[in-house]
């Protein structure tokens, strides 16, 4: 089974940038599509943003716009996502999931491999 690891978390001041990853152990073709969630101590677990490997086409939530990019690496089996103009609320565990949906993907039932998680701590 494929396993993802986070990395790039870390203590960012209000208006700077940080740079997640998430590699997969291999490649895979049933991996269609790599999200990315997160959860604030006390609230529920919230998408974030979603590629599509095939092809590249992506889902933002309306709160990061603008302000957050996701890319991926092909040849590493690599997804990252780029936080800029970060806001204490963007402070969360930031976890990386995978799956063979291509619709729906902004519902977190729709991936079946997760990370562990990395803490992103925004000051204000």
């Known amino acids: 089974q494929v396993q993802l690891v986070e990395s790039g978390g870390g203590l960012v001041q209000a208006g700077g940038s940080l740079r997640l990853s998430c590699a997969a152990s291999r490649r895979t073709f049933t991996i269609y599509t790599t999200g990315w969630f997160r959860q604030a101590p006390g609230k529920e677990r919230e998408f974030v943003v979603a590629?599509?490997?095939?092809?590249?086409?992506?889902l933002y939530a309306d709160s990061v716009k603008g302000r957050f990019t996701i890319s991926r690496d092909i040849a590493k089996n690599t997804v990252y996502l780029q936080m800029n103009s970060l806001k204490p609320e963007d402070t969360a565990v930031y976890y990386c999931?995978?799956?063979?949906?291509?619709?729906?993907?902004?519902?977190?039932?729709?991936?079946?491999?997760w990370g562990q998680g990395t803490q992103v701590t925004v000051s204000s």
């Open positions: 999931a995978a799956g063979r949906a291509q619709f729906g993907i902004d519902q977190g039932h729709n991936y079946d491999t």
């Open positions: 590629i599509r490997w095939s092809g590249g086409s992506t």
